[in-house]
């Protein structure tokens, strides 16, 4: 798997937009990106996924530029439940080596009102 | 769907004390994996299963033990606790396997603490 190299907390405020980036310089051809949100006391969540250019859907925005050392997730307009522990994942379909997903520290958001 | 269900949503355990972490899934997936998160770190893999009766060990696999006798449930069995296995553990299950192009579905967590 790639290794993924992203800020460890992120201050905003309600209303605005933030914009989380992710930096994998060894990125494969096969790799995709996938980014998980967890809240405090829960188990992480799916958010969004992409391999190139530019992913929405209802919850986020993922930029991928040509060369996919990098990406952005972007979460318009935060709100104070935004506030979480935001982790990028990096790989191909058969994910770790046991199929599991590998998980950093993640970039720590905490939305201010 | 409850999706993925964990029991209990915490627990005390004394040092050598043993327990089983209960894990259920209703979406008929046949991937599962428990997980542990140490505080503010990421989640590491103790054991993973790819349909009933096939279990096999993940990265930190010592002190646990797993069983796997229907699609639906993945008990995790700690034998003689200690204090390094205080953590939240983090039941998952896919359709398949651990495919980053496919959806992990995680439980809410227990959080266990050894004295």
């Known amino acids: 798997l790639a290794k993924t190299t992203q800020p460890i907390s992120m201050d905003s405020y309600e209303g605005q937009e933030v914009n989380i980036t992710c930096s994998h310089n060894n990125i494969a051809t096969n790799d995709y990106i996938t980014w998980y949100q967890q809240f405090p006391s829960q188990g992480p969540r799916f958010i969004i996924q992409?391999?190139?250019t530019k992913v929405t859907n209802e919850v986020a925005s993922l930029f991928i530029p040509a060369d996919r050392k990098s990406s952005t997730l972007s979460l318009p307009r935060v709100s104070l439940s935004d506030t979480a522990v935001y982790y990028c994942?990096?790989?191909?379909?058969?994910?770790?080596?046991?199929?599991?997903?590998?998980f950093g520290k993640g970039t720590k958001l905490s939305v201010k009102p | 769907n409850a999706g993925v269900t964990q029991t209990p949503k915490f627990r005390i355990l004394k040092i050598g004390q043993s327990m089983t972490l209960q894990c259920t899934q209703d979406?008929?997936?046949?991937?599962m994996y428990w997980y542990r998160q140490d505080p503010g770190m990421g989640l590491k893999l103790i054991y993973y299963?790819?349909?009933?009766?096939?279990?096999d060990k993940g990265e930190v696999p010592n002190g646990y033990n797993v069983s796997r006798s229907t699609t639906e449930d993945f008990p995790l069995r700690l034998e003689l606790a200690a204090p390094s296995q205080t953590s939240v553990y983090f039941c998952a299950s896919s359709y398949l396997r651990g495919a980053l192009t496919d959806t992990q579905y995680f439980g809410p967590g227990t959080r266990l603490t050894v004295l």
């Open positions: 992409g391999y190139k």
């Open positions: 979406m008929n997936h046949n991937y």
């Open positions: 299963s790819v349909g009933a009766g096939i279990t």
């Open positions: 994942l990096v790989g191909d379909k058969g994910g770790g080596s046991q199929g599991n997903l590998i």
